[in-house]
């Protein structure tokens, strides 16, 4: 079965430091990625995705992230954080169909001014 | 933002009730699932609908139960709550293959 694994639980940065947050998942067929953010309160909001082509995804806030197939992995970055950028962020990948989403367990991203 | 509306947003029930959450949605998606929130687990899937009447279970659904008689409503039903479904319950849409899914609000469920 697919699984997803985030390999920071807890990040903690000061503003302007750069991010990057890991995504592997497991299965190596055709894959759909994405990430969400949750910030504190509140639903979850898609960052950005990955269905094809240019592996190098822009998202909204200034994120982006690499979908690397070799090694099965959509790793997160900001070049400069910001404050409002603390929140927990989940990578998923869609799995088995009816586009079903497996997540990862989600890295709290803490930011101090 | 999506039309989603997860009701109720909180509740507080005890060991042994039947509880139901609904989850209503306004874009006429045809895809609908219900999720749970754990720390340390991110989000699972309890059960989806790909149409009316359409329902299988996720990787989550013992104690649960969904039905789905209109495209806008998804209800979920734990039928005999217990402490380990304390949680904060996701409902999500989605329209078709390729396209990202759109959650609610959340529902903060409460067993004591």
């Known amino acids: 079965a697919q699984s997803v694994s985030q390999h920071n639980h807890h990040v903690i940065l000061s503003e302007a430091a750069s991010l990057e947050l890991g995504c592997n998942y497991s299965y190596g067929g055709t894959v759909n990625l994405f990430w969400y953010v949750q910030y504190p309160g509140q639903h979850l909001q898609l960052l950005l995705k990955y269905f094809s082509g240019d592996p190098l995804v822009k998202g909204i806030k200034g994120f982006e992230a690499e979908f690397i197939k070799s090694k099965f992995s959509f790793n997160l970055r900001k070049p400069s954080v910001q404050w409002s950028d603390t929140a927990e962020y989940f990578c998923?990948?869609?799995?088995?169909?009816?586009?079903?989403?497996?997540f990862g367990a989600g890295t709290r991203l803490a930011v101090h001014p | 933002d999506a039309g989603i509306t997860q009701s109720p947003r909180h509740k507080v029930t005890e060991t042994g009730t039947p509880v139901t959450l609904r989850c209503h949605q306004t874009e006429n998606h045809r895809y609908m699932y219900w999720y749970r929130q754990d720390p340390g687990h991110g989000l699972r899937l309890i059960h989806y609908s790909y149409g009316v009447k359409d329902t299988d279970k996720g990787e989550v659904s013992d104690g649960y139960s969904v039905s789905r008689s209109k495209t806008e409503d998804f209800l979920l039903t734990l039928e005999s709550a217990t402490s380990s479904q304390t949680s904060v319950y996701f409902c999500?849409?989605?329209?078709?293959?390729?396209?990202?899914?759109?959650f609610g609000q959340g529902t903060r469920l409460t067993v004591v």
């Open positions: 998923a990948v869609t799995s088995g169909g009816y586009n079903k989403l497996i």
């Open positions: 999500a849409i989605n329209g078709q293959t390729n396209t990202e899914a759109f």
